[in-house]
């Protein structure tokens, strides 16, 4: 099984940019489609970006389209999430997911079976 470790997590102020990072090991990331995903205190785990085994679909949560670019490198073993016009409500724990098949439905956390500890994102206003 893949075993995913997320870094790039930091304090910036509104406007700044972060880049996200989930490492992968254990197995080639060519066979799961990846999400990411963020937990604010008090609220509920939400849906941010995935991108699919082909890397064709990236589909991404309204508040971030735009402002938030999935990607991953295969040769790297890596996922990242570029985040560029930081909000203080995009303040959370970012999580990074995977399965070994797209997702039916990308926004519902059930559908990925291994997941990252998480880093923290913070944005001061």
């Known amino acids: 099984q893949v075993q995913l470790v997320e870094s790039g997590g930091g304090l910036v102020q509104t406007g700044g940019s972060l880049r996200l990072s989930c490492a992968a090991s254990?197995?080639?990331?060519?066979?799961?489609?990846m999400g990411w995903f963020r937990q604010a205190p008090g609220k509920e785990r939400e849906f941010v970006a995935g991108i699919s085994l082909s890397s064709i679909s990236t589909p991404y949560a309204d508040s971030v389209k735009g402002r938030f670019t999935i990607s991953r490198d295969n040769a790297k073993n890596t996922v990242y999430l570029q985040m560029n016009s930081l909000k203080p409500e995009d303040t959370a724990v970012y999580y990074c997911?995977?399965?070994?098949?797209?997702?039916?439905?990308?926004?519902?956390?059930?559908?990925?079976?291994?997941w990252g500890q998480g880093t923290q994102v913070t944005v001061s206003s």
């Open positions: 997911a995977a399965n070994t098949r797209n997702p039916v439905e990308w926004g519902r956390s059930t559908e990925y079976a291994y």
């Open positions: 254990g197995r080639s990331i060519r066979m799961y489609a």
